[in-house]
């Protein structure tokens, strides 16, 4: 992890309060490039003439309207989804960081088209969690097995791969970020 590290820089990442939003964002962009998610969100928040979207304005939206923006019937799906959770009286006022990260991911995968690593980034990138690996990412496996000569697969790499992990604890989220970073060079 040291070399990686050495040769690799990190973007400055602003971490904000806004599950809602980061999820929906989330959920634009799973199987899509970055550019063509940021086009699409884009038109979704221009709907609305807002970045900063409520679950109410997305529950008084026509699914063509948020079909017309770009989003797959299954995603329109996974957008209601998402609105009705936090718009049920115990999910409005959620305080976050005062959940641990198991829990936070428990109550999010609740909602049909949120993964756990669907959770995972929101924990590292929305909600700033400093301690999260995502062993399923197959960004991270790739750099792993090139970074530490890891040749096997399925259980047997994540086993591996958690092994190495255990030693960056309690950073883990920040040494994903490397591995990444190092993968993208």
Same mark, same amino acid.
């Given at each position: 992890?040291a070399?990686?590290? &050495?040769?690799?820089?990190l973007?400055y %990442?602003?971490?904000?309060p806004? *599950?809602f939003?980061?999820?929906?964002s $989330?959920i !634009?962009? =799973?199987q899509l490039?970055?550019? *063509?998610a940021a086009?699409?969100y884009g038109?979704?928040c221009?709907? /609305?003439?807002r970045?900063? +979207?409520t679950?109410?304005?997305i +529950?008084?939206?026509e699914r063509e309207?948020l079909?017309?923006a770009?989003?797959?019937n299954?995603? !329109?799906?996974y957008f209601y989804?998402? #609105?009705?959770?936090f718009?049920e009286s115990?999910?409005k006022?959620? =305080?976050w $960081?005062? +959940? !641990?990260?198991d829990?936070? @991911?428990?109550k999010l *995968?609740?909602? &049909?088209?949120?993964g756990k690593w !669907?959770?995972q980034m @929101?924990l590292?990138f929305?909600l700033?969690?400093?301690? *999260?690996?995502?062993?399923d990412?197959?960004?991270? =496996?790739?750099? %792993?097995k090139?970074h530490y000569?890891?040749? $096997?697969?399925k259980?047997?790499?994540r086993?591996e791969?958690?092994?190495? #992990?255990?030693?960056? #604890?309690? /950073?883990?989220?920040?040494? $994903?970020r490397y591995?990444?970073? #190092?993968r993208? &060079?």
């Open positions: 992890m070399s990686i590290i &050495k040769d690799t820089k973007d %990442i602003e971490p904000s806004n *599950v939003n980061a999820l929906l $989330s !634009t962009s =799973q490039s970055t550019t *063509v086009v699409i038109r979704i221009a709907l /609305y003439k970045k900063t +979207l679950p109410k304005m +529950l008084e939206t309207i079909r017309g770009g989003l797959s299954p995603k !329109t799906n989804n998402i #609105a009705n959770f718009n115990s999910n006022r959620i =305080q $960081s005062r +959940l !641990t990260d829990e936070i @991911i428990a *995968v609740e909602i &049909k088209g949120v !669907t959770v @929101i590292m929305t700033d969690r400093p301690d *999260v690996f995502p062993v990412d197959l960004g991270i =496996q790739l750099s %792993i090139e000569g890891i040749t $096997s697969e259980k047997e790499l086993a791969m958690n092994e190495i #992990a255990e030693k960056w #604890a309690p /950073y883990r989220t920040l040494a $994903s591995l990444w970073a #190092a993208d &060079k």
